[in-house]
């Protein structure tokens, strides 16, 4: 299965944008791109996911690059609540499995 | 309804005992899994049950046992646990093949030591 490599920790100011990003450089083409994220003391949940074009939904906007080695979860207006971990993840496209990388625990500071 | 239901929330049980962890869904989704997460780790990927028949078994040792009575329900069954068995174990589902159209729901989960 495809690895994603991605920063152990990042901080952000309140109100600003965030960008997080995910090496995931052996991606096969049939892998999509799943980004979720856990908060404290709470089970993972579903923040966004693409296959080659870019992404946008009420929560984040996904930015998948060109050869699609390498992805950026963005937040356009980080908050308080969005300090969690944020795992990017690899999915078969017909499997029924997925797993977590190491993940990269934001610190949002008000 | 977008809720996956895991009960007990924390659970204590010596290494002698049998107990079970129940995950519940009314989504109508129709793949249902296991995860074990120790502190400040990832989760890890157990077991996987598609269409109430185990696909995924992540080589786990047999004193879990998972069963999928009905498309809603997921039971995990412990029996003769060690201390390193202590996690968070959480539970998740899918309408089907996680990747193209499905993301996964995932519930609270239970908080297993074990003394």
């Known amino acids: 299965d495809a690895k994603t490599t991605q920063p152990n920790s990042m901080e952000s100011n309140e109100e600003e944008p965030v960008h997080l990003p995910c090496n995931h450089s052996?991606?096969?083409?049939?892998?999509?791109i799943h980004w979720y994220r856990q908060l404290p003391s709470q089970g993972p949940e579903y923040v966004i996911h693409?296959?080659?074009s870019n992404v946008n939904n009420r929560m984040a906007s996904l930015a998948i690059a060109e050869d699609r080695k390498s992805s950026t979860l963005i937040l356009h207006r980080a908050t308080l609540r969005d300090a969690a971990v944020y795992y990017c993840?690899?999915?078969?496209?017909?499997?029924?499995?997925?797993?977590f990388g190491s993940g990269t625990k934001l610190n949002v500071k008000p | 309804d977008t809720e996956v239901t895991q009960t007990p929330k924390h659970l204590v049980m010596g290494m002698t005992n049998k107990k079970s962890l129940k995950c519940e869904q009314h989504?109508?989704?129709?793949?249902m899994y296991w995860y074990k997460q120790k502190a400040k780790k990832p989760p890890e990927l157990m077991f996987v049950y598609s269409y109430e028949k185990l696909s995924i078994n992540e080589s786990v040792p047999s004193r879990f046992s998972p069963e999928c009575p009905n498309s809603s329900l997921l039971n995990l069954h412990l029996h003769a646990l060690q201390p390193e068995d202590s996690a968070l174990y959480l539970c998740?589902?899918?309408?089907?093949?996680?990747?193209?159209?499905?993301?996964?729901?995932f519930g609270q989960g239970t908080r297993l030591t074990v003394v």
């Open positions: 993840i690899l999915t078969i496209y017909n499997f029924n499995k997925f797993y």
């Open positions: 693409g296959l080659t």
């Open positions: 998740a589902s899918s309408q089907g093949q996680v990747g193209k159209r499905s993301e996964a729901f």
């Open positions: 989504m109508g989704h129709r793949a």
């Open positions: 052996t991606i096969s083409g049939t892998d999509y």
